[in-house]
């Protein structure tokens, strides 16, 4: 069982930062990578950024690319999302995810039916 809570949400004008964090708790030594995904309303949950643990390798959405970074800390079960240069159609719900499984392939890392847990997710509103 492991438990992810996001932080650091809210709400910035178009070209402002964000940083979130994902703290994750439980039975961690399980995850192979942990991914940040994000959902607006009536859409379906899209791939932002991926980590995995093994060779500290990152995984971005073109969408995000050259804005967005994730960065970790295995050791403190800790993952983090710098969001900068961001545009109203950022805004979403953003998630953060952990998985067993997805070391498997890059498109498993990349799908939101591959994490095992997830958290409650942290409101992104991007103003313009």
């Known amino acids: 069982q492991v438990q992810l809570v996001e932080s650091g949400g809210g709400l910035v004008q178009a070209g402002g930062s964000l940083r979130l964090s994902c703290a994750a708790s439980g039975r961690t030594f399980s995850s192979s990578a942990m991914g940040w995904f994000r959902q607006a309303p009536g859409k379906e949950r899209e791939f932002v950024a991926a980590i995995k643990w093994s060779v500290a390798g990152t995984y971005y959405a073109d969408s995000v690319k050259g804005r967005f970074t994730i960065s970790g800390d295995n050791a403190k079960n800790t993952v983090y999302l710098q969001m900068n240069s961001l545009r109203p159609e950022d805004t979403a719900a953003y998630y953060c995810?952990?998985?067993?499984?997805?070391?498997?392939?890059?498109?498993?890392?990349?799908?939101?039916?591959?994490?095992?847990?997830w958290g409650q997710g942290t409101q992104v509103t991007v103003s313009s």
């Open positions: 995810a952990s998985g067993s499984a997805v070391w498997y392939s890059n498109a498993w890392l990349k799908s939101p039916a591959r994490y095992d847990y």
